[in-house]
């Protein structure tokens, strides 16, 4: 089974939790994820099956889109719902219009703080582990862009939001930072992803939905040639398609740098890179399979 699900993660659990299930529901070992998601959150977890886990190297620095609700009045030390306060309880009157000059103040690229129990490794630890153990890593901030950030609605000490971020940015620093640009104190009370580049909420299915679907035979499995759509598909002959299998270069009528290639019978057979003017060099090759598993669906 090669391909792409878009799951919507339940709260409660992580993402490799998550993958855990997948596996278990579609009964494939070779599952991987794009994205985490904490577990509080919910949404758009996109998952990568068989020989599309390799496709994962092309995905590192998607946009993500969100939505939630940051709560006022107090910080906690993982700077969402699920972490103990970090300074006194205030009841803040929020004001429209001051909190969306503060947002417009933190849309852009800018330098943002890792929360502490992030999943961020110092000397190769994990920065949670080290917290958790009383010993407070020291993070360094890293460069993210935030695309937009849109104010919808305010309701008691409770901001809901829209957001689209850099790959690497955490919404929870970001509802922390707000709090403490306010004075008063934030966290992210709820958070749910819905996109990750291309992939939508709209694509994505439940667990539970998914092993109804496992049953019936209807596995909405994005088919491996319709992922990476930035990059153009060339389709090979068979000479060309067998060479570039064997990690060759090949022939390419195409001016980009990184492209798709197809064998005669329409599949992905190789991620390839130009390495001359007229020629790709492939940089992930996979194995060619003609027949798809009867249990699913390919996606078009």
């Known amino acids: 089974m090669n391909g792409a699900i878009v ?75 699920t972490g103990t306060p970090t300074s006194p309880v205030q009841q803040p009157v929020l004001d429209s219009n001051t909190l969306q000059r503060v947002f417009s103040e933190f849309t852009g690229a800018q330098l943002q703080q890792p929360p502490p129990i992030s999943a961020k490794k110092v000397a190769g630890v994990p920065a949670y582990r080290l917290t958790r153990k009383g010993h407070a890593p020291q993070l360094s901030a890293v460069q993210v862009n935030i695309h937009e ?44 992803r819905t996109a990750v580049g291309e992939f939508t909420l709209t694509q994505a299915v439940t667990l539970e939905e998914l092993r ?57 057979i190789a991620i390839a890179e130009r390495d001359s003017p007229n020629t790709c060099h492939p940089v992930v090759v996979f194995q060619s399979s003609s027949v798809t598993p009867a249990n699913t669906k390919q996606l078009a």
């Open 7 to 81: 799951l919507d993660k339940p709260e409660g659990i992580t993402s490799h939790s998550a993958v855990v299930q997948a596996r278990r529901i579609l009964g494939e070992r070779r599952i991987g994820h794009i994205g985490t998601l904490d577990p509080f959150a919910t949404g758009v977890l996109v998952l990568l099956l068989g020989q599309a886990t390799r496709l994962a190297r092309f995905y590192k620095d998607r946009v993500k889109s969100y939505q939630g609700t940051i709560r006022f009045g107090f910080a906690t030390d993982t700077y969402d719902r």
């Open 149 to 192: 950030l849109e104010l919808l609605s305010v309701s008691g000490d409770c901001a809901a939001f829209r957001a689209r971020v850099s790959s690497g940015t955490y919404v929870r620093s970001l509802a922390h930072d707000i709090g403490q640009r306010l004075g008063c104190g934030a966290h992210l009370q709820s958070l749910r």
């Open 212 to 268: 109804s679907m496992k049953v019936s035979g209807t596995i909405p499995v994005i088919a491996m040639e319709l992922l990476l759509a930035e990059f153009p598909s060339v389709d090979l002959g068979h000479q060309a398609a067998t060479s570039a299998m064997h990690g060759n270069s090949v022939p390419v009528d195409c001016s980009d740098s990184t492209v798709k290639l197809l064998n005669p019978s329409g599949e992905l």
